[in-house]
């Protein structure tokens, strides 16, 4: 028998195949993990934004706007903050925050600015209104529900949160 394979088989590859740094396997657990990690930074930035947008009486584009781009921030700060625990320089902690979280906050913004613009009134509810933070509580599960599985997949091919992994012992 030639063993060589030049048709590789649809089942997926043993680890002994793949000792180099690639792909974690990715469970959903280290999905959902990364998700809420994303989620939390994003929670952060999109309540800053919101409140601040709300309370400054700006636009709903305007505050749309100042909640991603807050939500980029925190996002990228916190998986920054652990992978420079492990010793490593600015720059390269950066690279890694923006690889492992681009593609999961930017779903999450989505999903969570379009529940907040969909429901009705939520905009412009105003801060001590309550239909404000149900939309805002409910987008942000929608985000996590949704973007869930696109980590998981992320990280199944060595991309997304499991750039970090590298980064991270004993998580």
């Known amino acids: 028998m030639d063993h060589s394979g030049h048709h590789p088989s649809p089942e997926p590859a043993l680890p002994a195949e793949h000792e180099h740094h690639t792909a974690p396997t990715a469970t959903w657990a280290m999905a959902a993990q990364a998700t809420l990690h994303c989620l939390t930074g994003c929670a952060i930035g999109e309540v800053l934004g919101m409140v601040i947008g709300t309370a400054a009486g700006l636009s709903n584009l305007a505050t749309v706007v100042l909640s991603v781009a807050l939500a980029f ?88 949160h499991a750039v970090t992994h590298q980064y991270h012992h004993g998580h």
């Open 73 to 160: 921030v925190f996002g990228y700060a916190l998986t920054m903050r652990g992978v420079l625990r492990a010793g490593v320089d600015f720059r390269t902690a950066l690279k890694v925050a923006l690889a492992a979280d681009t593609i999961s906050i930017a779903m999450m913004e989505i999903l969570d600015n379009g529940v907040m613009l969909i429901v009705p009134g939520a905009m412009d509810a105003g801060l001590g209104n309550w239909l404000f933070w149900v939309a805002l509580a409910g987008s942000l599960l929608v985000a996590f529900v949704l973007t869930t599985p696109v980590n998981k997949w992320l990280i199944s091919r060595g991309k997304g």
